[in-house]
């Protein structure tokens, strides 16, 4: 069975410009979780889908990252216009099942975002 | 609001040999799990071993076992008999006990880099 999978792997961009990561999670899986690890602190909480629903969106930073999950499969996460401060790794995680503190979550490898 | 705190940035251990990673935690929950997730270079983060705060008995998985004091909030991570191969950043992560509802999103800690010399 595939595990959550994560595109591109790396990616170099221009402050100012526009990127755009896409997470397939574990299939049959209805939550799916954005992550964000900035070099050096800790890995911290953006958003959560159930299916194509936002469940809780409170870390998202700020107006310029988009999440969508059109259909309830795949996920994309936009940084619209880039910053910095949005350099990182970004994960994606997924979780069968209504929700529940039990259920395991399962990770990607990441993202890895450079903003020069 | 929880914390989770590692005050270990970065760790070495001799293979075969066993170690210790930190990890305490601030809540003002009673119910709630505890984990320690792995992610070794250029690879997926995987869950390790998990603890759910109302049962007393530390886990244990294999090679990885933890001490959950949960009065004193620390919950460490032991590896005995290091391999190669238990080389990766551990994560510490705290989820809080919920009954459905809002997002039970994981926190966690800043990380701690292990290295294992041959």
């Known amino acids: 069975e595939a595990g959550v999978t994560q595109f591109p792997s790396h990616s170099v961009i221009e402050k100012g410009q526009t990127v755009t990561l896409r997470c397939d999670p574990i299939?049959?899986?209805?939550?799916l979780y954005w992550y964000r690890r900035v070099m050096g602190k800790e890995i911290k909480f953006l958003l959560h889908?159930?299916?194509?629903?936002?469940?809780?969106e409170s870390g998202m930073p700020n107006n310029r990252f988009l999440a969508e999950r059109t259909g309830g499969t795949y996920s994309t996460l936009k940084v619209q216009p880039a910053e910095l401060e949005d350099s990182g790794v970004y994960f994606c995680?997924?979780?069968?099942?209504?929700?529940?503190?039990?259920?395991?979550?399962?990770f990607g490898e990441g993202s890895w975002l450079t903003v020069v | 609001a929880q914390t989770v705190t590692q005050s270990q940035p970065e760790m070495s251990v001799q293979e075969a040999e066993t170690v210790t990673l930190s990890c305490t935690y601030d809540?003002?929950?009673?119910?709630?799990?505890l984990f320690w997730y792995k992610q070794p270079p250029s690879r997926q983060m995987i869950l390790v071993i998990r603890?759910?705060?109302?049962?007393?008995q530390n886990a244990t998985e294999n090679r990885f076992s933890v001490n959950f004091q949960k009065a004193a909030k620390s919950f460490s991570l032991k590896i005995s008999d290091s391999q190669l191969g238990d080389a990766a950043m551990y994560f510490c992560?705290?989820?809080?006990?919920?009954?459905?509802?809002?997002?039970?999103?994981?926190?966690f800690g800043t990380g701690t880099l292990l290295a294992v010399q041959p």
């Open positions: 995680a997924s979780s069968q099942g209504r929700q529940s503190s039990g259920n395991t979550i399962y």
């Open positions: 299939s049959g899986h209805d939550n």
């Open positions: 889908f159930v299916k194509e629903s936002k469940q809780d």
């Open positions: 809540t003002s929950e009673s119910d709630y799990y």
């Open positions: 603890q759910e705060a109302y049962k007393q």
């Open positions: 992560a705290y989820r809080s006990y919920l009954y459905g509802g809002a997002t039970n999103k994981l926190i």
